[in-house]
T-cell receptor, first 113, second 112 residues
Framework: DGGITQSPKYLFRKEGQNVTLSCEQNLNHDAMYWYRQDPGQGLRLIYYSQIVNDFQKGDIAEGYSVSREKKESFPLTVTSAQKNPTAFYLC????????????FGQGTRLTVV | SQELEQSPQSLIVQEGKNLTINCTSSKTLYGLYWYKQKYGEGLIFLMMLQKGGEEKSHEKITAKLDEKKQQSSLHITASQPSHAGIYLCGADEGSGTYKYIFGTGTRLKVLA
């Protein structure tokens, strides 16, 4: 079945450690996105990539890094520089172009203690 | 930058009642998407609206984009407990960057 897979679903890390969240899609989509969701704040864009080997910062990129070495994969690293990393992280993908919906993974809940 | 505002923020209805959720944009909408999210899960795509005045339905859920393309409404007829969740509207940012922006969501609870 085609879709987006995020792993793990739950992640616990100690403060000061970097952590990488996985996102894989088999929909052959060019564009991929990372969003952060906090209670009452909706989805905020962290990074997005429209094509392999290229990515752009979103609205809240500080403390995060990404790579796009393969079309299918768009991992997100939450670094120790991110001041409030505890959140629900959502990965999405879409075909490039206007008026095409984004497909979302099941999310990763990161808790930093 | 474009912003999407949803109202109400939360809604509690008795099973069988109708309800409406609104999404208002600060700029003209080029594509408006409705998603449903269950707590702690990903977003499920419901429908997309493009043209002013367009209306689409899926089962008991109907969405409409107004003529001026700055507001959309999502209407649920005869609500059921399975309709409970968070409803989010999303839009193409319209700057040619293929970015999506989202509203803050409406949390719906349906009492059996």
């Amino acid at each position: 079945d085609g879709g987006i897979t995020q792993s793990p679903k739950y992640l616990f890390r100690k403060e000061g450690q970097n952590v990488t969240l996985s996102c894989e899609q088999n929909l052959n989509h060019d564009a991929m996105y990372w969003y952060r969701q906090d209670p009452g704040q909706g989805l905020r864009l962290i990074y997005y990539s429209q094509i392999v080997n290229d990515f752009q910062k979103g609205d809240i990129a500080e403390g995060y890094s990404v790579s796009r070495e393969k079309k299918e994969s768009f991992p997100l690293t939450v670094t120790s520089a991110q001041k409030n990393p505890t959140a629900f992280y959502l990965c999405a993908s879409s075909s490039r172009g206007m008026n095409t919906e984004a497909f979302f993974g099941q999310g990763t809940r990161l808790t930093v203690v | 930058s474009q912003e999407l505002e949803q109202s109400p923020q939360s809604l509690i209805v008795q099973e069988g009642k109708n309800l409406t959720i609104n999404c208002t944009s600060s700029k003209t909408l080029y594509g408006l998407y409705w998603y449903k999210q269950k707590y702690g899960e990903g977003l499920i795509f419901l429908m997309m609206l493009q043209k002013g005045g367009e209306e689409k339905s899926h089962e008991k859920i109907t969405a409409k984009l107004d003529e001026k393309k700055q507001q959309s409404s999502l209407h649920i007829t005869a609500s059921q407990p399975s309709h409970a969740g968070i409803y989010l509207c999303g839009a193409d940012e319209g700057s040619g960057t293929y970015k999506y922006i989202f509203g803050t969501g409406t949390r719906l609870k349906v009492l059996a």
